[in-house]
C-alpha cells in the first residue's frame, strides 16, 4: 500500500537557523510528492509539491526534491523565521481518483 | 476569491447524536473530499465526491456518509457519535479527481467534540 514516513517532532529550532525536515514514502505507481503547513487553528495550506523524480518544488525559502532512487521528499530552508512555527505534513497521491496520504506531521518551533 | 469555507466552526455533541457537516468548495471547482484528522495526527481520507457520485471511500465504517449537491458543495454525516469520532474534519476541493498531480484545497475544518 502507500504510505508516508516523517521525522518525529517536534522540532525546535532557534531563527535563522537551517531546517531538515526528513519525508520517505512507499508508493505502487508514479506518485506526486507535496508538502502541506498547518499554522495553530487553521486547516492546511499547499506549501510545494513535485510530480516527477528529480524535480524540486519550492516556495517561500523552502525547497524539497523528489529523489526517486531513496524514496524521498526532504523539506529543507536555508533560514528559518518565527513565523515558520506549524505542522508540516508530507503527502503523496498516486492516481486518477486517489486521494491523499499523509505522514503523521511534524512541529516545527523556531524560537526568536 | 473565496477559498473552500466549511460550517459550523466547532460542534459539540453527545455519545449516539447524529452530526452534519457542511463545505462548500472552490467557484469552478467540481470534486470535494473530506479527511478526518485525529489531534497530534496527518489527515486520514474518508470520502471524494466528483459530479455528485462518490468516487472513493477510505476505511471508514457505514455510520459515516456524504452526498454532493448540484452546485458541488457537500455534507458529511456522522451517526450513532462515539467519542473517537472527535477530531478536525477537513473539506478539499479541486477541479475534478484528475491527475496525480492535481493538489486539493482544504478548508478550515469543523471541529468536532463527542462528549
Known amino acids: 500500500g502507500n504510505s508516508v514516513t516523517q521525522m518525529e517532532g517536534p522540532v525546535t529550532l532557534s531563527e535563522e537557523a537551517f531546517l531538515t525536515i526528513n519525508c520517505t514514502y512507499t508508493a505502487t505507481g508514479y506518485p506526486s510528492l507535496f508538502w502541506y503547513v498547518q499554522y495553530p487553528g487553521e486547516g492546511l495550506q499547499l506549501l510545494l509539491k513535485a510530480t516527477k523524480a528529480d524535480d524540486k518544488g519550492s516556495n517561500k525559502g523552502f525547497e524539497a526534491t523528489y529523489r526517486k532512487e531513496t524514496t524521498s521528499f526532504h523539506l529543507e530552508k536555508g533560514s528559518v523565521q518565527v513565523s515558520d512555527s506549524a505542522v508540516y505534513f508530507c503527502?503523496?497521491?498516486?492516481?486518477?481518483?486517489?486521494?491523499?496520504?499523509f505522514g503523521p506531521g511534524t512541529r516545527l518551533s523556531v524560537l526568536p | 476569491d473565496a477559498g473552500v469555507t466549511q460550517s459550523p466552526t466547532h460542534l459539540i455533541k453527545t455519545r449516539g447524536q447524529q452530526v452534519t457537516l457542511r463545505c462548500s468548495p472552490i467557484s469552478g471547482h467540481k470534486s470535494v473530499s473530506w479527511y478526518q484528522q485525529v489531534l497530534g495526527q496527518g489527515p486520514q481520507f474518508i470520502f471524494q465526491y466528483y459530479e455528485k457520485e462518490e468516487r472513493g471511500r477510505g476505511n471508514f465504517p457505514d455510520r459515516f456518509s456524504a452526498r454532493q449537491f448540484p452546485n458541488y458543495s457537500s455534507e458529511l454525516n456522522v451517526n450513532a457519535l462515539l467519542l473517537g469520532d472527535s477530531a478536525l474534519y477537513l473539506c478539499a476541493s479541486s477541479p475534478s479527481p484528475g491527475t496525480s498531480s492535481y493538489e486539493q484545497y482544504f478548508g478550515p475544518g469543523t471541529r468536532l467534540t463527542v462528549t
Open positions: 503527502a503523496l497521491k498516486v492516481d486518477y481518483g486517489q486521494n491523499f496520504v
